[in-house]
């Protein structure tokens, strides 16, 4: 079992920046991909970014390349979204997650992922 709990998320105005961070604990040692996906009301769960949990190389889905950058803290089994130049269109409910499967490239599937936490609202005003 892995737990995760999101935070970090609010109101902040367009062009703004947030820092989500997202706390693991249990079985983190078992982990191969952390990723971080959105939710807005009425649309599907969208892939925002994906890292290697042992070697931090990452994968940002277009949409939010070059605003939102991923990292991790593999001491602190600490997982960070850096959002940057913040839009109305940002807002939604975010993700952490985990996947704890092999063979898997930067999964971007909402499905490869195996734990997830109970998410933290991010609203852009304009």
């Known amino acids: 079992q892995v737990q995760l709990v999101e935070s970090g998320g609010g109101l902040v105005q367009a062009g703004g920046s947030l820092r989500l961070t997202c706390s693991a604990s249990?079985?983190?040692?078992?982990?191969?991909?952390m990723g971080w996906f959105r939710q807005a009301p009425g649309k599907e769960r969208e892939f925002i970014a994906a890292?290697?949990?042992?070697?931090?190389?990452?994968s940002v889905a277009d949409s939010v390349k070059g605003r939102f950058t991923i990292s991790r803290d593999y001491a602190k089994n600490t997982l960070y979204l850096q959002m940057n130049s913040l839009k109305p269109e940002d807002t939604a409910v975010y993700f952490c997650?985990?996947?704890?499967?092999?063979?898997?490239?930067?999964?971007?599937?909402?499905?490869?992922?195996?734990?997830w936490g109970q998410g933290t609202q991010v609203t852009v005003s304009s």
């Open positions: 249990g079985r983190t040692f078992s982990s191969l991909h």
């Open positions: 890292i290697r949990w042992i070697s931090a190389g990452t």
């Open positions: 997650a985990n996947s704890l499967r092999t063979g898997l490239y930067y999964p971007s599937k909402a499905d490869t992922y195996d734990y």
